[in-house]
């Protein structure tokens, strides 16, 4: 399947689910429980996402840590349920899993926890089944004791993590690590028809131009105006004086909304070549 094709059919899943029973029973109250909507903007972690980018997924790394990061955690990702991060394989080729991570300070959480821990993460996991389109989400809290140690899940009324679990926390949270620096340094589209949550995936300004060449032309419009995208620095000749110029320093110039096949897009810079042009890139 070509990627055109992939990005229509993950948007298309994500635009008609049908809800499910909850995931699980962890604690009381609606707090648990989770719609497809949170999870807009899942980064989906695929052979042929990646390999659009011309990588492989060794790309992102899995042994960063929290400190690692040039802000909180706040990290979506869209991933074939059947793939078991650790070697199990408990699921059908049929589902896709949904996993977000949110970094949270201990007053947004206050009677929510068993107990404090100094690093704090929202876990939302959302169950997509492909075949009959039902979906089940929920999300709990983790903690951390302190830089480079297991997660657990720390959620009030929830039962304590077993080895298992914590190992499994621990390597998605590392995941969601990874994959939130790697973006930092990636162009990233986001797709979604209207009202729907959508996916967002890494690409460079050549990438983009080829991928949506054919995107919709807007209401009134002859021609399509050019997707986002770097100027070099340069020199340009002057309006008032055309044998004078005046030096251009690099920056970015384009579209950044667009509409292809009915979707909506939206074009994002790296977030470190912005940082850059700032002076506040590290």
Known sequence: MNIEDKIEELLLYMACPTYGKPLYTRGSGKWNSVPLTYFDGAYPIFDEFIEHKGGDKECIFTDGSISDLNGPLNITILKKAAQGILGKNNYSDDELMLL????????????????????????????????????????????QHKDGMPFDEISYHSRPSTIDEIRQHTVNVHLAIGTQLYLRYEWRVSLAFDGCPGIMFSSDTVGIR?????????????????????VKDHFRKKHDDPSATVFVRKHLRGATKFVWNDFRGTIYPPQYDLEKLSGAAS
């Not at 080829?210 to 770097?230: H, T, V, Y």
């Open 100 to 143: 977000r991570f949110t970094a949270k300070r201990p007053k947004d959480v206050r009677g929510k926890v068993i107990n404090f821990r100094p690093i704090i993460v929202e876990n939302g996991i959302g169950l997509y089944n492909t075949a009959s389109t039902n979906y089940e989400g929920v999300r709990f809290l983790l903690g």
């Open 210 to 230: 080829e991928l949506f060449r054919l995107r919709d032309l807007p209401p009134g419009k002859m021609r399509r105006s050019a997707l986002r995208n770097w």
